[in-house]
């Protein structure tokens, strides 16, 4: 993910491995991450049973929320395609049945959005 790209609030790809080595311990038996994403300090990271959303807060990074949504919560999403022009492609999700989207996210165009879409529709449809 290029700096330009960070300091615009794009979210690029994240490996497996990675999620899995920082991320292990937040995980149930059984539960694998299928996708995972890093803007800036932030990660969110979809696994076979939930979307968790890793919010470090604070200068240091330091505290750190974990935010867990289970796909059966989740009542729609959508995502909106990079342009020409447009440097980022955007996820919007909501919960339940709010009016606004609860989880808005930007992507830069190393991610493909269509495979995001793939795994939230996968479970939330299903």
């Given at each position: 993910?290029?700096?330009?790209?960070?300091?615009?609030?794009?979210?690029?790809?994240?490996?497996?491995?990675?999620?899995?080595?920082?991320y292990a311990k937040l995980l149930l038996?059984?539960?694998?991450?299928?996708?995972?994403?890093?803007?800036?300090?932030?990660?969110?990271?979809?696994?076979?049973?939930?979307?968790?959303?890793?919010?470090?807060?604070?200068?240091?990074?330091?505290?750190?929320?974990?935010?867990?949504?289970?796909?059966?919560?989740?009542?729609?999403f959508s995502i909106e395609t990079a342009?020409?022009?447009?440097?980022?492609?955007?996820?919007?999700?909501?919960?339940?049945?709010?009016?606004?989207?609860?989880?808005?996210?930007?992507?830069?165009?190393?991610?493909?959005?269509?495979?995001?879409?793939?795994?939230?529709?996968?479970?939330?449809?299903?």
């Amino acid at each position: 993910m290029g700096i330009f790209s960070a300091l615009l609030g794009n979210a690029g790809a994240v490996s497996q491995d990675e999620l899995k080595k920082d991320y292990a311990k937040l995980l149930l038996e059984g539960e694998e991450i299928e996708l995972g994403f890093k803007l800036i300090r932030d990660i969110f990271i979809f696994t076979s049973k939930r979307l968790i959303l890793v919010d470090k807060q604070g200068l240091t990074g330091s505290k750190t929320e974990y935010l867990s949504v289970a796909y059966k919560s989740i009542s729609r999403f959508s995502i909106e395609t990079a342009g020409t022009f447009d440097l980022d492609a955007e996820l919007k999700i909501w919960i339940s049945s709010e009016v606004q989207p609860s989880i808005k996210k930007k992507f830069n165009k190393s991610v493909n959005v269509y495979d995001v879409q793939m795994v939230l529709a996968h479970h939330v449809l299903m």
